[in-house]
């Protein structure tokens, strides 16, 4: 256990979240709340820190090795710093018969990095992603819990607008 | 019209609240199973339905449910896979974020049937939206009496568990489902044990797609009969189809089992036909992962027939001329795309989510995107071409779990059908790596 270790807590109200998520699964199988609440870690911090997966172990009363196998394995969780706004981006087929990559090379540009990338300014964090099941409603992106549909470059020049407010 | 059973209240306005849902006929199906039905019942219904598995496979329900093990003082379990991740399926989604009590009262009752007292509904974490819509519903329910303790006064108690994914294709496969709902990576399990016998927590489980699981308060309502009498012989009632692509109204479409494929595609009751001054080259019908059509064999059969949107329809021919329902994500192709890339594209998916756990599909899958990218980039050989047929077969039928065989139909069926197309990228690289250029040699567009 690291001494910054000490310094990761939840919020109280997340805290209390936490302690519902554990108590929805059986006795001895509290192990069941792992992705519920790295989820909520990754709310609240933006990104899983060894620390905050030692944190996550802990509360569970698993190994930490437990944490890292699955935070690693799970394509939604976060394990570098991320921007404000993480906007993760649908690069499967339908999206792409709809002009997904054509849309994504424009959003690209625009925000001047690639995928993987933060913006300077620490705003925007680039992720490709797979199919997020909207595909009739392509090109698609997805930004925490929104869904961004029908993407046509202004609707892009809008949401980035928006967001950079 | 066709008959409407999952979406006939989508419109009512307000439908997602308790109230609305109520007024509409709903948790009318818990009151019937619970107050007048025995669970054994309940499951009899479900198997005279003949409901094949929503999700893909196809297995039939009641069956499912009747192999549940049943050992003295062992909890069972009741898990909805609502992980909905293959490309070009979007239908659990829609119904879940529309009308999320009608999947909370098919819970009830299809938790109620198999004797379950705490039950799962495994939402991909992408959808956390529809997760808090879920657990909001689950709540109101719960108000109503209708979950919880001692429901309507029965003695039965039901809980109902809304968990959220991680962002993993693979936990759709039902073993890594229940792996990631123990708090695992998504490795599949090894079967026999099945998870009837030893599932969640190596207690007898039950996984069902949404879909299934909500087409279960229909069932109960109605009887197993009135359901098995819509739809076409062992292709029992409705289903829902994702359809996307290069159509006039892509969108999620509640269809009678039976429907010829090319009045689903052409009629403005559903996808309305191909975007205006284009034509129909291609079609994925169930999902990225069965075998893509060419626009001659999607809606006639090999001896000039109307194919049907049937399970069996779909699959007549075998694959050399034929695919699979699938999922029922339906996915249309017309001249403007580009078969090779689509394929790349898809074989980058399966690569990009095989668990890693099985050499034939870690290094397989890896391998087919490798030789596509180089046909699709211009420096593909020849030889490639049956390389990766070659590939593709030795990763079928190889693997702990139905993701090799799902990454290596779409590229056969793709070379089966389309081989003149690679053969032209691999000729004229220059002119195939132009930006959006696509083949245009024989090819049959209707």
Redesign the interface.
Known sequence: MTETSTTVEFTPERLKIAQEMIA???AE?Q??????L??LAQEQWGWLSPEVMDYIGRM?D?QAI?VY??AT?????HLDPVGKHVI?YC????C???GGEEIYDYLKQKLGIQAGETTADQKFTLKE??????????PVF?I????YMNLTRDKVDEIIAELSR | MGKKILLEHIDVPGIETYDVYRKQGGYTAVEKAIKTMSPEGVVEEVKKAGIRGRGGAGFPMGMKWSFLAKPEGVPRYLVCNADESEPGTFKDHYLMKNIPHLLIEGMIVSSYALGANKSFIYVRGELMYVIRILEKAIAEAKAAGFLGKNILGSGYDLELVVHPGGGAYICGEETALLESLEGKRGNPRNKPPFPAVKGLYQCPTVVNNVESIATAAWIVNNGGDAYAAIGIGRSSGTKLISASGHIKKPGVYEIELGVPVEEFLYSDEWCGGIRDGHHLKALVAGGSSVPILPANLITKLANGEPRLMTYESLSDGGFQTGTMLGSGGFIVFDETACIVRNTWNFSRFYHHESCGQCSPCREGTGWMEKVLHRIEHGHGSMHDIDLLVDVAKKIEGNTICPLGDAAAWPVASAIRHFRDEFEWHITHPAEATQPGAVFKGEMALV
Do not use: W
């Open positions: 929805r699964y059986p199988r192990k069941s709340a792992l992705l519920p790295l989820h569970l698993i437990e196998e699955v394995f799970y394509t939604m969780f993760e690069r499967t087929g339908p792409c018969l709809m992603v797979e199919c997020l099941a909207a595909c009739g409603m392509g997805q925490r819990e929104k869904y």
